[in-house]
């Protein structure tokens, strides 16, 4: 089975990753991080994470599209979704996200 796939970047002196959905679809963005280290404790948390329904915020832009933001145990802001263009659609990419997130927490544990 394929797993979660987390990709990191750096430009404009920010460190951010992005974590795929089990299809290969980017479905969370994080924020920006100043250090390496950071960024490097924030997915971590990932990969030892409990979802639950707590971790998301729900939202809609000005546009009217749909999206979720993610926090850790704490409230702390760990990434955000991309638009949504109906709330079922939002509602799906959060059960994939979760789906990803359970898979990096199986691979973890192993």
């Not at 915020?57 to 145990?73: C, M, P, V, Y």
């Amino acid at each position: 089975m394929k797993t979660s796939l987390i990709k990191t970047h750096f430009n404009d002196n920010k460190y951010r990753f992005s974590l795929s959905s089990l299809s290969g679809s980017t479905i969370l963005n994080s924020i920006a991080y100043t250090d390496e280290d950071a960024m490097k404790n924030a997915i971590a948390q990932l990969h030892g994470m409990q979802v639950g329904r707590g971790n998301f915020e729900r939202k809609t832009n000005h546009a009217g599209q749909f999206l979720f933001h993610l926090k850790d145990a704490n409230g702390q802001l760990l990434g955000y979704s991309l638009p949504y263009g109906s709330e079922a659609g939002m509602e799906n990419g959060i059960k994939n996200l979760t789906n990803s997130l359970n898979a990096l927490k199986k691979t973890y544990d192993q």
